[in-house]
């Protein structure tokens, strides 16, 4: 217990100041699904790998499915899409499992922030979203034009 006269040292935080990021005038869709997997994973909400993913959109939390186009086993894409189908969840097809790796955070940086080795990623799902952006709304879009077509 500490005496009526001692005084405590309080430390004040420092707050950091938070700069908005405004939308460039025209964000094309993989910018906005990269933005959009690095908020989910500040969020908690971003599976990623075979496991983690299909327990998720088996449980029905997945809101949106990344699938590397290269993936070398047919059952697992097979199994992914029916698994998105069944749970009626949006499924986007990435080029290269290496790209997802380096979206959703499997990636080592060098000093200037540019990748210098991905781990190939062949699926990720968002069961969480985070805050609503403008990206978010790209994304949205280009899963509805691509369904309606």
């Not at 499997?106 to 540019?114: P, S, T, V, W």
Request: overall charge negative; charged content about 30%; some cysteine.
């Amino acid at each position: 217990m500490a005496d009526e006269d001692e005084q405590m040292d309080v430390v004040a935080e420092v707050e950091e100041e938070v700069v908005a990021e405004e939308p460039p005038a025209e964000l094309n869709s993989i910018d906005a699904l990269r933005i959009v997997l690095r908020k989910a994973l500040v969020f908690q909400g971003l599976r990623r790998g075979l496991h983690e993913c299909v327990k998720a959109l088996d449980r029905g939390s997945a809101k949106l499915c990344i699938l590397s186009q290269d993936c070398d086993n047919a059952e697992y894409k097979k199994l992914i899409q029916a698994l998105c189908a069944e749970s009626k969840v949006d499924l986007i097809m990435a080029d290269h499992g290496t790209e997802i790796g380096e979206w959703v955070g499997l990636a080592k940086l060098n000093a200037d922030g540019q990748v210098r080795k991905a781990v190939r990623c062949s699926v990720a799902v968002v069961t969480d979203f985070g805050e609503d952006s403008h990206a978010l709304d790209v994304v949205l879009n280009y899963v509805k034009s691509q369904n309606g077509k």
